[in-house]
């Protein structure tokens, strides 16, 4: 593994192409720099969630080459990439029949530390997202709310404390009043720990909230890369679309 | 003398003839299970061979017990003793059940939960152990369960090739013509399938937790 | 995952109290045929005083192979065997005419084999038996088979039908003895054979030597002197760890060797079958009368 360069994920020149026919990602080129929170924004099927498979090889490439910390993922063990990558994902995440302590717990665990080191991390992880540990830990997941869940997932996946950092659309299913909150406490959170983080939404405001760079994913390309002034400012055509719906939903809260 | 009072007068030998029972039950279920779940396992991982695994289990369950007992009989060194036989025989029907729904509990684990696990960075065995079998644990249970009351039933037959238990009461009675006989023998048996249908049916429910 | 642990730990507890050696009881084991009920009883009933441990009668197990597993896996602690049968069917052996000889085999190779201990004849031989009327017998002086050749081509003879197909059975016997029937044999259920000799439609049957009716009917029993058929003596069989822990278990078997005679076993089978007695009682007071 090289040295500590500025980015820490590229792809280049990546396709992917699902039974031969359809192409969920053509000739993709990114390049992710080390501890930004990097926004995939894009309608349903544009590919982001592709994307994002591609990074911790859930998904391989067709074409083309996903490098992670310089090291093309095709060259990594996969186990150890994706255990030094935390993965967020939408509703599905938690094991339905571990409480919370189990479900955080699980990779540590499979890492081999040592039992108190675990329940430590466990705690503090908890604390983090906001969950004090004594009430909720021993908790399953359907005994908690959808926001309690999200935050359990996220705690889940910050464990073993990864410098990386996946999240699928992680508040997607929660009510816009709990996603605000959510939102609002990652941005903090994202403040105290560095880590590279890419996330997927298709909500703009989402987008601009979370994100230092937006990249704009459409029919497989990226479109763009942006940082949230140039995402505002006056540009691309197709920025203009996703910004209009963002001054019709903002504009319409001022009323 | 009614029923009642011939079991109050019998009961050290129908608790004798009823842990005999148990423990022929108890060593093929152990079997089954042993080899059954990983069996399941596999077949989910290897999808070719599961038709003639299944199919082979298919045929060995058509075979009638009795016969299947006197099949064995001749091969050497199962048939030496009943209870090996017996043992093989019982463990040889509880498997079907066993392997079948092991192998749809497990294929049936949402493959959402399953790419999350591995997108965490488990590998197979954690997912395995971790993800597939908990979430599939209700079903296989079920399988058990079938298991379970299958083996109680064909283990009163073993009696009829020497292997002891409740069956021994069963065609004692038969010989002697006596009801109450057969009865001591057909009851306990009865009730014995019926509790072990209930109490694992009981902890299906209990692992089955709402989502 | 707790649930499997609990699941396996209560089987695992079961096993271990199902495997407990249980020399707490005697165990004695009958096939399902009233010659056995009798001899099983008899020996639960001499047993109890002796060995002051209760007996446990697992009486009526169907067979010879079923008895065999039952004392190898120790449900039962003995059980009455013919040697004849433990040397063909059990220790499937080529059968071989002298007694001693057939005696020696079995306790050797059961001890061999099985681990198994075979004691001393109770007196009797179940094998098969040529009777017929007892004036008929008197009449001809015949008291032997070897003198029924002369005889043969005036009489008719009845017989079960495994007899005639048996290897060791009519063919066999007809060659040894040079037996020459007035027509081939007459074919009948086991249980008529006796009537059918009684109402005059056969001359001669073979039956089991400790049959109830040949007592009761005053029939004769022609000797076996070229030693055709072959032994069938009354043996006990017991698990040596009976015999150690149960302490008088020997005396038993002591009290009974050679004291039971042929003609003892048919009069009890006649009580039982003819007379519908109850076994306990026929056993009972055959016990007084012998002093046992």
Known sequence: MNG???????????????????????????????????????????????????????????????????????????????????????????????????????????????????????????????????????????????????????????????????????????????????????????????????????????????????????????????????????????????????????????? | MNFLEFVSKHRAEILTLSLEHLTLVAWSMGIAMLIGIPLGVYLTRHPKVRGIVLGTNNVVQTIPSLALFGLLLPVAWLGARADRLTVTALALYALLPIVRNTYTGVSGVDPAVLEVAKGMGLTQREMLWHVELPLAAPVILGGVRVAAVITIGVATIAAAIGAGGLGEFIFRGLAMVDNNVILAGAIPAALMALIADGAIGIVQRMIQRPR | MMNRRRFLGSVGLLLTAACSRRESRVSVGTKNFTEQLVLGELLAQITEPR????????????????????????????????????????????????????FEIVRREYERRFQLVVLPSLGFNNSFALAMRGEDAHEKGLTKLSQL???????????????????????????????????????????????????????????SNTDGLIAALGLVVL?????????????????????????????????????????????????VDGEKRDVVDVVRSFRESKGL
């Open chain 1, 4 to 255: 500590q360069s500025d980015i820490a994920i590229e792809f280049a020149h990546v396709d992917y192409v699902v039974d031969d026919k359809r192409s969920l990602l053509a000739d993709l080129n990114l390049s992710i720099h080390r501890g930004e929170v990097l926004i995939l924004l894009g309608r349903s099927g544009s590919g982001k969630t592709t994307t994002l498979k591609l990074i911790n090889r859930l998904l391989d490439p067709t074409r083309g080459e996903v490098r992670v910390e310089n090291v093309s993922t095709q060259q990594w063990d996969a186990i150890r990439l994706r255990r030094s990558i935390g993965y967020a994902v939408q509703e599905v995440g938690l094991f339905p029949h571990y409480t919370v302590e189990e479900n955080v717990a699980l990779i540590p665990k499979a890492e081999r530390w040592g039992k108190q080191r675990v329940a430590d991390r466990v705690e503090e992880t908890l604390a983090l997202v906001g969950m004090p540990h004594g009430e909720f830990a021993k908790r399953y997941p359907h005994q908690l709310s959808g926001g309690q869940r999200q935050r359990v997932g996220l705690a889940r996946a910050l464990a073993a404390d990864p410098p990386i950092l996946l999240m699928d659309e992680p508040f997607g299913a929660l009510d816009p009043l709990t996603r605000a909150e959510l939102q609002r406490e990652f941005s903090l959170l994202r403040k105290r720990l560095v880590k590279t983080v890419v996330f997927v939404t298709h909500d703009v405001s989402e987008a601009l909230l979370l994100g230092d760079r937006i990249a704009l994913m459409e029919d497989g390309k990226c479109a763009g890369v942006f940082s949230r002034e140039e995402f505002l400012g006056p540009s691309d055509q197709r920025v203009r679309a996703y910004l209009d719906i963002y001054r019709l939903n903002s504009r319409s809260l001022e009323h």
């Open chain 3, 51 to 102: 060995v002051h441990l209760p007996v446990e009668r697992r009486f009526y197990l169907a067979g010879s192979y079923i008895c065999h597993q039952a004392i190898l896996a120790g449900r039962i602690d003995t059980y009455i065997e013919y040697t004849g049968t433990a040397l063909a069917a059990i220790l499937k052996e080529p059968v071989r005419s002298d007694p001693s000889e057939v």
């Open chain 3, 149 to 207: 050749a002369a005889h043969a081509p005036t009489m008719r003879i009845g017989v079960g039908y495994e007899f005639l197909e048996r290897e060791d059975g009519f063919q066999g016997l007809a060659r040894i003895y040079g037996l020459q029937f007035a027509a081939s044999p007459t074919v009948m259920d086991l249980g008529l054979i006796y009537r059918a000799l009684q109402a005059k439609q056969v001359d001669i049957v073979v039956g």
């Open chain 3, 223 to 271: 000797e076996d002197d070229r030693h055709y058929f072959p032994p069938y003596d009354a043996v006990p069989i017991v698990r040596p760890e009976a015999l150690r822990e149960a302490a008088g278990m020997q005396a038993v078997f002591d009290a009974l060797a050679g004291r039971i005679s042929t003609n003892d076993v048919r009069r009890m089978n006649y009580a």
